[in-house]
């Protein structure tokens, strides 16, 4: 089974500050998604990344698939309070995605 | 273009009742999978299916667990006899015929067993 792992699983962080959050996963794919959830709501999509040195940026928010080093990144510039939610990665497993455990992100002033 | 849509939004089962959880897609979306997602952790598959079809199940508990998307109306994810263990965050996802499209995500079921 494919696993995906996220790191940190928590991070807290001041207004303006810069952070990344990793997504390693365990076995070839060539397609990774990014995914934010406020509390008590739905999954938003933010970013598909389609083949190896794929780079997305949306706002503060950009993304980035190495899939020679099974790994994505979601680099946060100058964070706001705006963004504090929970970040998924998912990995395209053919017939379903695999999702990691979350990175909560709380951004404080 | 309206999302997918779920419901009930919330619902709130006795021990040894059954839940009935619906799911209609995007419009022009034929791929629908649901997720379940326990508090504090990520989703986890449970089944993916297109139109009279279950194309892989692999995520299903093999009890009590089962679902359908017949060819007119929504997809049904349907739980019987439930226990608290299921009580949990079900959330349907749909995506068009076309791959590498992600996967758009409704706004949930929020099962609760008493």
């Known amino acids: 089974e494919l696993k995906v792992e996220q790191n940190p699983l928590f991070l807290s962080m001041q207004e303006g500050k810069n952070y990344t959050i990793y997504c390693n996963y365990s076995?070839?794919?060539?397609?990774l998604y990014w995914y934010r959830q406020d509390p008590g709501k739905s999954l938003e999509s933010l970013f598909v990344?389609?083949?190896?040195?794929a780079v997305k940026q949306e706002g503060r928010l950009m993304a980035s698939l190495d899939t020679k080093a099974r790994l994505s990144t979601l680099h946060i510039t100058a964070a706001v309070h705006d963004l504090s939610a929970t970040y998924f990665c998912?990995?395209?497993?053919?017939?379903?995605?695999?999702f990691g455990t979350g990175t909560s992100l709380t951004v404080i002033p | 273009n309206a999302g997918v849509m779920q419901n009930p939004r919330h619902l709130v089962r006795r021990r040894g009742q059954e839940a009935r959880l619906r799911c209609s897609p995007m419009?022009?979306?034929?791929?629908v999978y649901w997720y379940r997602q326990l508090p504090e952790e990520g989703l986890k598959f449970m089944v993916y299916?297109?139109?009279?079809?279950?194309?892989?199940e692999s995520g299903m508990p093999k009890e009590r667990f089962s679902a359908e998307f017949p060819k007119e109306g929504p997809s049904i994810l349907r739980i019987q006899q439930v226990v608290r263990g299921d009580s949990a965050a079900y959330f349907c996802?749909?995506?068009?015929?076309?791959?590498?499209?992600?996967?758009?995500f409704g706004p949930g079921t929020r099962l609760l067993v008493l």
């Open positions: 990344l389609l083949s190896n040195g």
């Open positions: 419009k022009g979306h034929s791929h």
């Open positions: 076995t070839t794919s060539d397609r």
């Open positions: 998912a990995v395209d497993g053919g017939n379903q995605f695999y």
């Open positions: 996802a749909s995506s068009p015929p076309v791959t590498q499209e992600t996967q758009y």
């Open positions: 299916l297109q139109k009279e079809n279950i194309i892989d």
